[in-house]
C-alpha cells in the first residue's frame, strides 16, 4: 500500500459548492425528483401505515422484506446476499474498506464516477485508468484492460450505464471485463444505479450479477426511480462480503432510516417500480431530444454521442475557453449550471442533465445559448 494524500471528491465538491440556489440546475446525474406526495400516489403508498411507524432504530443490515425485494432482481440471490446502505455512497465506501489490503490495486474505466476510486485513493491504493474514447463511442479497449489489470488487482470496477457518457455496455464488452476478472482474480465491483433509465428501448440493461462468483453491485434509489433524497442503496454480494460490509456499516451509519426503507420497499415492489421507471424514460427521451436541438442551435460548436441511458449528456464543445471558464460563466452570467469537464478529468466536454421539466429546461437552454453567443463574438 503507497501513501497518498488526500483526494476531494471533484464532482460532489463542485455541486456541494455551487448547486444551491442556483435557478437552472443541469448537474445533477438522476431525473427530476418526485414529491413525497406523487411518489404515495404512484406507489399506492398506505400513509396510515406508513405513519404508525416509531421514529426509531430500523433492522441494522435493512428489512428483511425490503432486502427480499431487492434480491428478487438478482437471479440467484437471497436477502442474505443484501446490505442495505445510506445511498450509493456508502455502499462505495464500505466496498473499498472491506476488499482493498496490502499492496492491492483498483482498475477503472475513465471518464467515470470516481467515489469508490477516490476512496481507494485516499486509502492509499494505487488506482490505474483505463481510458475509454469517444472517437471509439466509449467502447471498451481490451488491450488496454489487459495492460492494466494483474494479479494484484483487487478491485475491477465498472459504472454501467456509465457515468458521465449513459454508455451501456455491449455483450462483446462484459465477455472482455468478465475474462479479465476471472483470470486476474479480481473481484467485479458494478456500479449499476442507471439501470432502467435506457433510452432507446423499455428493457432494462441486464444486471452483472452472477456473471463471476466475485461480483458485487452496487445500487440506489436515487437515479431510475427519482429518489435522491431518501438516501437509500444497497450492495448484492456473496454472503461473507456482506457480512464484513455490515460490520463496517455499523460503524459508518449504523443504519439507513426506517422511513426511506419503508418508502424504497413501497417503490420497489410492482407496479410502482414499473411507474417509476416508465416515468424516467419518458422524461430522459424528451429531455434529450430537446437538449439536442437546443445544441444545434449553434452549427459545429457540440457534439455528442448520444447517451444509450442516463438521465446525462456528455458533450463535446468548441470555444475559445476552457471547461471550469465556460461553467462559472454560465453560473454567473446566466444561472445556469452544469458540471465542467475537468471534474471527470477531460478537456473541452460538460455533463449536463435534461430530464427534467420541459419549461424549465427549454428556459435554461436559452440562457445557456446566450452565454454561447456572446462567447462566439468575443464578448
Known sequence: MASSD?????????????EHAVRYNFSESGVHPLSYQELFDLADVDTEELFAQLVDYPQVNGFQSL??????????????????????????TLIAATLLRDDDNLV????????????????????????????????????????????????????????PTGKILSASEREI?????????????????????????????????GATDRTIIINSM????????????????PEAIVTECWRRHEYASISASRLSMRLAEYALRSPASERLQARARYLIRRGFDTLLA??????GV???????????????????????????????EEDVLVIPGSKFGMGKYFRFSSALEETHLVEGLDRFNLVVGRILEGA
Open 108 to 163: 477503472r474505466f475513465v471518464p467515470t464516477y470516481e467515489q469508490l476510486s477516490g476512496n481507494a485513493h485516499n486509502l492509499g491504493f494505487e488506482v490505474r485508468d483505463v481510458a475509454l474514447s469517444e472517437t471509439r463511442q466509449w467502447k471498451v479497449d481490451a488491450g488496454q484492460l489487459a495492460a492494466a489489470i494483474d494479479g494484484q488487482t483487487r478491485i475491477l470496477h465498472v459504472v454501467n450505464p456509465n457515468n
Open 67 to 92: 432486502r427480499e425485494v431487492i434480491a428478487s432482481r438478482y437471479p440467484g440471490a437471497t436477502a442474505d446476499n443484501v446490505l442495505v446502505t445510506v445511498g450509493a455512497s456508502e455502499a462505495n
Open 177 to 209: 471485463i468478465v475474462s479479465a476478472t476471472e483470470n486476474s482474480g479480481a473481484w467485479l465491483v458494478a456500479d449499476e444505479v442507471y439501470i432502467g433509465t435506457e433510452r432507446n428501448n423499455d428493457e432494462p440493461t441486464a444486471t452483472l450479477w
Open 302 to 332: 457540440f457534439s455528442v454521442v448520444p447517451p444509450q441511458a442516463s438521465a446525462m449528456s456528455f458533450v463535446q464543445f468548441d470555444l475559445p475557453v476552457s471547461s471550469d471558464e465556460f461553467a462559472m460563466r454560465l453560473l454567473k
Open 6 to 18: 488526500f483526494q476531494p471528491f471533484a464532482v460532489e465538491q463542485f455541486l456541494s459548492e455551487n
Open 294 to 299: 437546443k445544441l444545434n442551435e449553434n452549427p
Open 222 to 237: 436515487s437515479k431510475a426511480y427519482g429518489l435522491p433524497g431518501l438516501r437509500l442503496g444497497w450492495i448484492v454480494a
